[in-house]
């Protein structure tokens, strides 16, 4: 993929392109596309689908992301504006979503994610000592992908023998290229596999309340009305997607960039209490998640106009590379004084599993250094990333 985009014309007076978010690229290139996007437009319109907008301009972004009033949730998919389907609580706006995070607030608050610390670190650590015997290994299978989404189940209560088959979701749904799922059956085979495992684990709790986050929120009331089976569904749905590859992803992030930084490594080896900040600046320079919402009304946004009822793609990364925002924006500064990116989103959506993902994330860099510090990229790799949230597809690293 060249950094460059096809035009397509103009749409209201600003440039279109054929812009598909879904494709992937060598490792990086999405990063650079937004990069030379961000320098050049101050928005733009991709003729993919129905067609949507794409702001380009950092602030914008984020003041759109704050604005629920006029930039719903009811779709966050740019390629499908009326969804049939209902990711809780991604896809409600306030007043009820709010009533959604005061509820999960407790599972995901700073003090019951510092409870959790003890196991997220055990988990870690006996996975890397696995690994170290060994003189090398593909990293996102063998560690980054099993770690978090293991600490993600028992959360859930899901039974932790069923790991393999979730991560064979995962990779169905989130990984495929166009070329390995063309017309898109077995990422909607996939699906329809974790619906119906939902369905079932939601249906044993129905019976038999256990001592889990499932059982506990199924007891739940929303405006005064039991929440039922379908939107139990939508929740679990929505937790899947949200809690299960981000972490891995950045985790993947993580350890490629101290492999292609030795320097910066040798640093966080000497000296690990650089590593917060090192995952703080790792979060904001690779940022994955490219949120979307839908307009409410006719609404002009980072010099894009857009009508009620559009599509609006809002890329965190711009904001989070922004040089007016940072100096060397692009470079992770282990030294680096305020951060403050919005990696985790920002506005009623923010991320809910902020606090969870900063611990898993630091562990898992603490814990591997402590055992691997010295280790490479293992030569003859062609290193990829996936579209739609931008994670690298494999990587093997030695040691
Ligand atoms: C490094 C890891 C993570 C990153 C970068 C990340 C990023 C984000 C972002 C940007 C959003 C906002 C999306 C939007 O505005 O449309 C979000 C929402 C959310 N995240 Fe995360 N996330 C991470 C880990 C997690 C984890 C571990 C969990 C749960 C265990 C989680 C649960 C959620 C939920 C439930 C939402 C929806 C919140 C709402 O709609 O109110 N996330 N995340």
């Given at each position: 993929m060249s950094t460059t985009l096809e035009p397509d014309g103009t749409h209201e007076g600003l440039p279109a392109y054929r812009f598909d978010n879904r494709l992937g690229g060598p490792v990086l290139s999405h990063h650079e596309r937004w990069d030379e996007?961000?320098?050049?437009?101050?928005?733009?319109?991709?003729?993919?689908?129905?067609?949507?907008?794409?702001?380009?301009?950092?602030?914008?972004?984020?003041?759109?992301?704050?604005?629920?009033?006029?930039?719903?949730?009811?779709?966050?998919?740019?390629?499908e504006p009326d969804p049939k389907f209902l990711w809780i609580p991604e896809m409600l706006d306030p007043p009820t979503h709010s009533v959604w995070r005061r509820?999960?607030?407790?599972?995901?608050?700073p003090g019951a994610v510092a409870a959790r610390e003890p196991e997220v670190r055990q988990v870690a650590g006996e996975m890397i000592d696995e690994l170290r015997t060994r003189d090398g290994a593909e990293v996102l299978d063998e560690f980054a992908r099993c770690f978090p989404t293991l600490i993600f189940m028992r959360l859930m209560g899901l039974p932790e023998e069923d790991l393999g088959t979730f991560l064979a979701w995962t990779h169905e749904l989130l990984h495929l290229s166009h070329r390995e799922d063309p017309d898109g059956a077995r990422q909607l085979t996939a699906m329809a596999e974790v619906s119906a495992y939902f369905e079932e684990q939601i249906a044993l709790r129905r019976k038999a309340p256990r001592d889990d986050l499932l059982s506990t929120a199924m007891a739940w009331t929303i405006d005064g009305e039991p929440i039922d089976d379908r939107d139990m569904l939508g929740f679990c749905v929505l937790?899947?997607?949200?809690?299960?590859?981000?972490?891995?992803?950045?985790?993947?992030?993580?350890?490629?960039?101290?492999?292609?930084?030795?320097?910066?490594?040798?640093?966080?080896?000497?000296?690990?209490?650089?590593i917060a900040t090192g995952v703080e600046e790792i979060l904001r320079v690779y940022s994955?998640?490219?949120?979307?919402?839908?307009?409410?009304?006719?609404v002009e946004i980072g010099g894009c106009p857009v009508k009620a009822g559009?599509?609006?793609?809002?890329?965190?990364?711009?904001?989070?590379?922004?040089?007016?925002?940072?100096?060397?924006?692009?470079?992770?500064?282990?030294?680096?004084?305020?951060?403050?990116?919005?990696?985790?989103?920002?506005?009623?959506?923010?991320?809910?599993?902020?606090?969870?993902?900063?611990?898993?994330?630091?562990?898992?860099?603490?814990?591997?250094?402590?055992?691997?510090?010295?280790?490479?990229?293992?030569?003859?790799?062609?290193?990829?990333?996936?579209?739609?949230?931008?994670?690298?597809?494999?990587?093997?690293?030695?040691?």
């Amino acid at each position: 993929m060249s950094t460059t985009l096809e035009p397509d014309g103009t749409h209201e007076g600003l440039p279109a392109y054929r812009f598909d978010n879904r494709l992937g690229g060598p490792v990086l290139s999405h990063h650079e596309r937004w990069d030379e996007m961000a320098g050049t437009h101050g928005g733009f319109r991709s003729t993919v689908a129905r067609g949507f907008w794409v702001v380009t301009d950092g602030p914008a972004v984020q003041e759109a992301l704050q604005d629920w009033r006029t930039f719903s949730s009811t779709s966050v998919t740019v390629l499908e504006p009326d969804p049939k389907f209902l990711w809780i609580p991604e896809m409600l706006d306030p007043p009820t979503h709010s009533v959604w995070r005061r509820l999960l607030g407790r599972f995901f608050s700073p003090g019951a994610v510092a409870a959790r610390e003890p196991e997220v670190r055990q988990v870690a650590g006996e996975m890397i000592d696995e690994l170290r015997t060994r003189d090398g290994a593909e990293v996102l299978d063998e560690f980054a992908r099993c770690f978090p989404t293991l600490i993600f189940m028992r959360l859930m209560g899901l039974p932790e023998e069923d790991l393999g088959t979730f991560l064979a979701w995962t990779h169905e749904l989130l990984h495929l290229s166009h070329r390995e799922d063309p017309d898109g059956a077995r990422q909607l085979t996939a699906m329809a596999e974790v619906s119906a495992y939902f369905e079932e684990q939601i249906a044993l709790r129905r019976k038999a309340p256990r001592d889990d986050l499932l059982s506990t929120a199924m007891a739940w009331t929303i405006d005064g009305e039991p929440i039922d089976d379908r939107d139990m569904l939508g929740f679990c749905v929505l937790m899947f997607q949200a809690g299960f590859d981000t972490v891995p992803i950045s985790v993947g992030w993580a350890l490629y960039h101290f492999a292609a930084h030795p320097e910066q490594r040798a640093e966080i080896v000497a000296d690990p209490s650089l590593i917060a900040t090192g995952v703080e600046e790792i979060l904001r320079v690779y940022s994955p998640v490219v949120p979307a919402r839908k307009a409410t009304r006719d609404v002009e946004i980072g010099g894009c106009p857009v009508k009620a009822g559009e599509m609006v793609m809002l890329p965190i990364v711009v904001a989070n590379r922004d040089p007016e925002r940072y100096d060397n924006p692009l470079e992770v500064d282990l030294h680096r004084k305020a951060t403050n990116h919005i990696a985790f989103g920002s506005g009623p959506h923010r991320c809910l599993g902020s606090h969870l993902a900063r611990l898993e994330l630091n562990v898992a860099v603490e814990e591997w250094h402590r055992r691997i510090p010295h280790y490479r990229i293992a030569e003859g790799q062609e290193l990829w990333q996936h579209g739609n949230m931008y994670g690298i597809k494999s990587l093997r690293l030695e040691w």
